[in-house]
Nanobody
């Protein structure tokens, strides 16, 4: 059974930092991408960042470039999302998901397996 567990959310003031983790288990394909998505109050789910498992290629949405960094630790089957200089508009439930092909994309409809979300609240 494929499972993704996302954790690391919390309450942080504007300008603060958080690191989210996504642990993947039960998925044995070589070529896949892990994406981070978020869904804010009253908003649609949007792609934030993703990283390819094999070569580490990354893709970011424009609103987080220069503030968020996605990385992977293949030995531990874990993907991280380092979020710096957080803004109130980053408040959302953050999800990680698997795209089981050799490509990078931030389109949610291309992702097959999803984990539960972790809530990030940016507020003073």
């Amino acid at each position: 059974e494929v499972q993704l567990q996302a954790f690391g959310g919390g309450l942080v003031p504007p300008g603060g930092s958080l690191r989210l983790s996504c642990v993947v288990s039960g998925f044995t394909e070589r070529y896949y991408t892990i994406g981070w998505f978020r869904q804010g109050p009253g908003k649609e789910r949007e792609g934030v960042a993703c990283v390819a498992h094999d070569d580490g290629s990354t893709l970011y949405t424009n609103t987080v470039k220069g503030r968020f960094t996605v990385s992977r630790n293949n030995a531990e089957n874990t993907v991280y999302l380092q979020m710096d200089n957080l803004k109130p508009e980053d408040t959302a439930v953050y999800y990680c998901a698997i795209l089981p092909t050799l490509m990078v994309s931030l389109r949610p409809d291309r992702y097959t397996y999803w984990g539960q979300g972790t809530l990030v609240t940016v507020s003073s």
